[in-house]
């Protein structure tokens, strides 16, 4: 009994020096100045994690404390170099890349990314200076040669482009990529007949390039050859099904196939990808009038004088349109602003007259066909010929207004020069259509889909929002790209918890906070710090859900972060399942954790065990989008076709509507 009694006695005496300890060291360290709790290296790690999560504006942030607190160092200058070229600040990234090469002139990934800052610019002979630089340090690079090249056509020195790819044929002799660069160099020279042997050897070494497919397309629409050029821009659309111009150019050859159907579906597939993109709204309209859908035709005309005010062309034929839908006075006035920019547009001054005999205003009438009459009997007699007729189609620059019922293709049609990058590539690379959703994380903003804020319940965090002053905490699966003003903000949060910690006096009083803090380290892409936190909080109370939940999905970033710089994560990923599978021993109900642990399951490729547990979420709740998506990316890797189908179905009913583009996508390709 008394043996018992000192073990009791042992224990509250353990844990209350535990408590005193705790109490000790979060009071000294919450008045540490937040600037000076970070080397360089960390703040460096922290900037290259928020940039692999795309959080360009915050990454910067982290660097420039690193540039303020160590200007010698090259590093932080080129990373912060890449944020700006992803924010298009390609001037400022440039600077930065200079800035970076005056610190360590070796370093070959510079002058790559200062090249596509220059060409971005248009200075392509800048460019080519960066690129001689860097294969003096690296003569082997493929990447840099491929972009001298594009750069040499860019600048019209086909000699010394030829050249070049004649060294690429030598040294990467199945390098597909060079034969297609070769082709756009003949296609410039106008040597068809060479560009297309060029294009062939690409497609016998890559047949899964869908840019040189539509390169090859160009071609047999210059031809007009209709039927080649459809096959070819199918090949193409089925490997990049997202390229708006490909469908323009499609419904180009079919229309000229008398396939009015198939052009209509692809100005609309093309309008869909690219909302703005004139020569879809233009032609379409042509194609609604042809059918005789005037109605939704004058809406594709007002979409392009919108974009183009003083496209008389487009006017016209809205003007046309309005007389067939019986708005008389608004033809009038469309023909009468044409008439005024082409006074000898016979066409117009005759249908402005048909307009005025309909209102009954018969000398105006008269008055406009007298005046056709003589000038075409005065053209008659002096052998002046009006136009030779109308082509299928006209060049955009060509404002010939006795063309405007022809289809408009663009003045030269050239082919998409991709210059290799692995700082533009590696972002889209990630978001593949089949790319699962994240896991669901405590946060400091609501879920924002679209333009709706969708408010996922949790009875814990409302609990916890209640017991604490401050910020309000959600439930939400997206990362917020936070700009300066809200980066700024969380900073000023996460200060004002490290006083309020150092000043709470207690525990029990500090536990909350800690938690508080954890979720805004998140938010700046502080995972590290937020798991240091999270730590301190679960030595305390190990059972804490919450902090369970929060520390699995901040170990999971870090998982993904480092598996994306080519780090073994076998351990890390242990320690997520740990923290998860914790959390739910807490709350074994939890959609929002059974949905993680699936995630977490998928990321691994264990199709089957993510798809149950992803069952169990939707069990859990049957709203949750998320889950239905997730299983049914998950049954897609399994091929279950039906049953990922019916997932993604209910995932777009719900709300997630990029759902919808993935089940086009798959139907068509299992039709193909």
């Known amino acids: 009994m008394i043996n018992e009694k000192r073990i009791m006695q042992n224990r509250d005496s353990s844990r209350m020096m535990l408590r005193m300890v705790l109490s000790f060291i979060l009071f000294h360290l919450s008045f540490i100045p937040a600037g000076a709790q970070y080397n360089t290296d960390r703040l460096i790690t922290i900037g290259r994690s928020a940039l692999y999560y795309e959080d360009y504006v915050l990454s910067m942030q982290y660097f420039n404390q690193v540039i303020t607190q160590k200007p010698f160092l090259y590093e932080p200058w080129f990373l912060r170099g890449i944020a700006k070229y992803h924010l298009d600040d390609f001037v400022g990234a440039e600077h930065d890349c200079t800035e970076a090469i005056n610190r360590n002139p070796f370093v070959v990934g510079i002058y790559e990314l200062r090249g596509l800052c220059r060409i971005e ?40 482009a030829l050249l070049e790819l004649d060294t690429i044929h030598q040294r990467w002799k199945q390098y597909a990529p060079a034969y297609t660069m070769r082709a756009d160099v003949h296609m410039q020279q106008k040597d068809t007949a060479l560009a297309i042997t060029a294009l062939e050897k690409s497609l016998e070494l890559d047949p899964y390039d869908g ?36 469908y323009i150019n499609r419904a180009l050859a079919r229309y000229n196939q008398n396939n009015l159907r198939g052009a209509m579906a692809d100005y609309d597939m093309a309008l869909d990808l690219e909302p703005n993109n004139f020569l879809g709204h233009y032609n379409r309209g042509l194609l609604r009038t042809d059918v005789g859908d005037d109605n939704r035709a004058i809406l594709d005309f007002d979409f392009v004088l919108r974009l183009e005010p003083d496209n008389m062309l487009a006017l016209f034929n809205r003007g046309v349109l309005l007389e067939r839908t019986g708005d008389i006075k608004g033809a009038i006035e469309d023909y009468t602003k044409v008439i005024e920019e082409y006074p000898n547009f016979h066409t117009g001054i005759l249908y402005r007259a048909r307009c005025y005999r309909r209102l009954g205003q018969t000398q105006k009438a008269e008055l406009e066909e007298f005046r056709v009459y003589k000038e075409q009997l005065y053209q008659h007699l002096y052998g002046i010929q009006p136009g030779q007729g109308k082509r299928n ?39 593949a259509d089949m790319e699962l959703l994240p896991m669901f994380a405590l946060s400091l ?8 804020r969708t408010l996922h319940y949790d009875a814990a965090v409302e609990q916890l929002n209640r017991q604490r002053q ?7 699966n997206q990362h917020a790209q936070l700009d300066t003003r809200h980066s700024e903000s969380y900073f000023g949060y996460i200060d004002s918890l490290s006083t309020a910690i150092g000043q709470a006096g207690s525990l029990r009083r500090t536990m ?38 929060q520390r699995a999905v901040c170990r999971q970033r870090m998982v993904l972060f480092a598996a994306s710089e080519g780090k073994s994560t076998e351990l890390a990923q242990h320690g997520v399942a740990a923290d998860l599978q914790s959390a739910l021993r807490q709350n074994p109900h939890s959609g929002y954790l059974l949905y993680n642990m699936g995630c977490l399951l998928a990321w691994q490729q264990a199709y089957a065990s993510a798809d149950d547990y992803f069952s169990r979420a939707i069990e859990a709740d049957s709203q949750l989008a998320e889950a239905y998506y997730n299983r049914g990316i998950c049954r897609l890797h399994q091929e ?24 086009k996508k798959y139907r068509n390709n299992a039709a193909k």
């Open 445 to 452: 903003q609501p879920q924002q889909d679209g333009v709706n």
């Open 470 to 476: 401050g910020r309000t905490i959600y439930v939400s």
């Open 211 to 246: 840019k040189t497919w539509a390169m090859r397309s160009l071609i047999s629409l210059q031809r007009s050859q209709w039927a080649d050029a459809e096959q070819q821009l199918d090949k193409a659309i089925h490997l990049l099904p997202k390229n708006g111009g490909y």
């Open 121 to 160: 610019q248009k200075k392509y002979d800048d460019a080519i200076a960066d690129y001689n630089h860097a294969l003096r340090l690296l003569p082997n690079n493929r990447s840099i040669w491929h972009n001298r090249v594009l750069c040499h056509i860019q600048n019209k020195e086909f000699d010394e």
């Open 512 to 549: 909350p906070l800690l938690l508080a803090r954890a979720v805004a380290y998140a938010a700046v892409q502080d995972n590290d710090a937020a798991i240091h936190d999270l730590t301190t909080y679960l030595a305390e109370d190990s059972t804490q859900m919450l902090a369970l939940w």
């Open 640 to 663: 279950h076709m039906a049953e990922a189908t019916a997932d993604l179905s209910k995932a777009g009913e719900l709300g997630l509507y990029q759902a919808y583009s993935i089940i």
């Open 393 to 431: 189609q006209r060049k955009r620059s060509d404002l010939d207004p006795d063309k405007y019922a022809e289809l408009v293709v663009e003045d030269e049609q050239e082919p998409e020069r991709e210059y290799q990058s692995d700082y533009r590539g590696h972002v889209q690379n990630r978001k």
